[in-house]
């Protein structure tokens, strides 16, 4: 028997909804029926996919917000619960990449990886998990990565970073069911996908080699292509969703096969 997807009269956030992976799920929850608050640091990306998704029909609204700003994060919640109120979905999407040797990390670079990536995501948690309670009861999902279970060199800020989101979210989930709050809490783990963010690895490659590495990145996916923002607005959608009301504490890995060996 199937079973449809409806997150209507449901709130729905996602950080860093303006471009790749976030624009998608955005769109993607918002077609499900959710209510969508589309964030981002890059307040005129955000509200693109917030008028987009009004302009299919959805709900949605925009909200300039850096996930670094505990601050942000209340003014961001309160936004949302605002405008559409039962906020129940969660998707700590913002993030970052550096790709640079150990001798090139500096300081700087590794703190704000970490910033970004792990302290933006565990603030998200914080500021959600008992209004997501409080409203019945909700899913949270945090973007790790392949390079939160496996490592790669150049990676080594990023790996840490995805490797302490992966963690993060077991730790929270069992810390959540423990107190009875009806907040579940997963990782999603994406291969290669075809955002910005990977074109921006792409550019940082000399022109030259630039094919070499596309190719090889496709060797990576035994699948035989790379990912696309869709494939990993599915998981997503379905770890909202009550389909996977069973789920928590769970790494659900969507990368094409690159780990299955
Ligand atoms: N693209 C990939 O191959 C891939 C693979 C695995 C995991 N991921 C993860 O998926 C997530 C989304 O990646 P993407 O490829 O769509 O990236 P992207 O660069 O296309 O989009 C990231 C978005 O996050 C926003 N952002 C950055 N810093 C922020 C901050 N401090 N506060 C709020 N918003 C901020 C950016 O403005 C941008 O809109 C990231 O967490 C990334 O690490 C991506």
């Known amino acids: 028997?199937?079973?449809?997807?409806?997150?209507?009269?449901?709130?729905?956030?996602?950080?860093?909804?303006?471009?790749?992976?976030?624009?998608?799920?955005?769109?993607?929850?918002?077609?499900?029926?959710?209510?969508?608050?589309?964030?981002?640091?890059?307040?005129?990306?955000?509200?693109?996919?917030?008028?987009?998704?009004?302009?299919?029909?959805?709900?949605?609204?925009?909200?300039?917000?850096?996930?670094?700003?505990?601050?942000?994060?209340?003014?961001?919640?309160?936004?949302?619960?605002?405008?559409?109120?039962?906020?129940?979905?969660?998707?700590?999407?913002?993030?970052?990449?550096?790709?640079?040797?150990?001798?090139?990390?500096?300081?700087?670079?590794?703190?704000?990886?970490?910033?970004?990536?792990?302290?933006?995501?565990?603030?998200?948690?914080?500021?959600?998990?008992d209004v997501m309670h409080e409203s019945g009861g909700g899913s949270i999902i945090n973007l790790s990565s392949v390079a939160g279970l496996i490592g790669a060199p150049r990676q080594a800020a990023y790996c840490a970073s995805k490797g302490a989101v992966r963690l993060m979210t077991k730790a929270t989930a069992l810390e959540l069911a423990g107190s009875g709050r009806k907040v579940r809490v997963n990782s999603v783990h994406p291969g290669i996908i075809e955002t910005p963010m990977m074109n921006d690895l792409i550019m940082g490659v000399p022109e030259d080699q630039r094919e070499a590495r596309i190719a090889q990145m496709h060797a990576r996916h035994p699948i035989g292509r790379l990912g696309q923002p869709t494939d990993i607005a599915n998981a997503i959608l379905f770890l909202a969703s009550d389909m996977s009301d069973f789920m928590t504490g769970s790494e659900v890995v969507v990368d094409g096969g690159m780990t299955a060996n």
């Open 1 to 129: 028997m199937s079973q449809e997807i409806d997150l209507s009269g449901r709130a729905a956030m996602v950080t860093g909804a303006g471009s790749g992976i976030g624009r998608r799920t955005a769109h993607v929850l918002a077609e499900a029926g959710a209510s969508v608050a589309c964030t981002d640091v890059n307040a005129a990306s955000a509200q693109e996919t917030a008028t987009a998704i009004q302009e299919a029909g959805g709900q949605a609204i925009s909200v300039a917000h850096d996930v670094v700003d505990e601050a942000q994060w209340a003014a961001a919640v309160k936004a949302t619960t605002d405008a559409f109120g039962n906020l129940r979905i969660m998707v700590n999407n913002a993030g970052i990449e550096l790709v640079k040797t150990i001798d090139q990390i500096s300081t700087a670079d590794f703190r704000r990886v970490m910033d970004i990536n792990v302290l933006g995501v565990f603030l998200g948690i914080q500021a959600c998990a």
